[in-house]
């Protein structure tokens, strides 16, 4: 069935640095979704891209969809403590409402 | 706001006890998820609801049963508690069409003796 893969799985940083993580198909994804998950919470919708190229940001984080529709990246610019948590790319399967969920990123950042 | 709620934040069974895990969401969503999430496996789907007393099986559904008799009510069942169902279970929701946003519930950190 369809796959989404994260990489990485895990990435330590320091505060200031910046941050990116993948996520990529061997087939044609009809949207991304992007969800973050704070240590101890649950996942929470961040964002979703639909089209080809699309390139969206918010305040820090930049999020693009590639031009074949087969990956996708969030980036983060100089990361602070409160973006510590594990990221979770999702695409849409079939028309019953699922989503596929990568493995997520998890991303600790040093003070 | 959309809220989903989930009837306990931890839960301790003993094995071979059965379990009831309840969610509910007040938005009025047709879809229904539950998923668990064990370190570096992510979140896999056991088992969603369509409509009212409609279910399909997600990636592990084995171990597992689910009910849902009302639309804003979503039950994970556990016939038969064993210590490898020891995990964080989340319940979820969503309106109609892949492309909708999932919302979350807090989440049940279950532990089986």
């Known amino acids: 069935g369809q796959q989404v893969m994260q990489i990485p799985q895990y990435q330590h940083v320091q505060e200031g640095e910046d941050f990116t993580t993948y996520c990529n198909s061997s087939?044609?994804?009809?949207?991304i979704q992007w969800y973050k998950q704070r240590p101890g919470g649950h996942p929470v919708f961040l964002i979703q891209l639909v089209k080809s190229g699309e390139v969206k940001k918010q305040k820090r984080l930049t999020f693009q969809f590639g031009e074949a529709k087969k990956n996708s990246s969030l980036h983060i610019t100089a990361t602070q403590t409160t973006d510590v948590g594990t990221y979770f790319c999702a695409t849409g399967s079939g028309n019953t409402g699922k989503l596929i969920f990568g493995q997520g990123t998890t991303l600790q950042v040093k003070p | 706001d959309v809220k989903v709620t989930q009837s306990s934040r931890y839960l301790v069974k003993r094995t071979g006890e059965k379990v009831f895990l309840e969610c509910v969401q007040d938005m009025d969503h047709e879809n229904m998820f539950w998923y668990r999430q064990d370190p570096g496996l992510g979140l896999r789907l056991i088992y969603f609801s369509y409509d009212v007393k409609m279910k399909e099986k997600g990636d592990i559904p084995e171990g597992y049963s689910v009910s849902r008799e009302k639309k804003e009510r979503f039950s994970l069942i556990l016939e038969s508690a064993s210590t490898n169902q020891t995990s964080m279970y989340l319940c979820?929701?969503?309106?109609?069409?892949?492309?909708?946003?999932?919302?979350f519930g807090p989440g049940t950190r279950l532990t089986v003796l």
């Open positions: 087939t044609t994804l009809s949207n």
């Open positions: 979820a929701s969503s309106s109609w069409g892949n492309t909708d946003t999932q919302y």
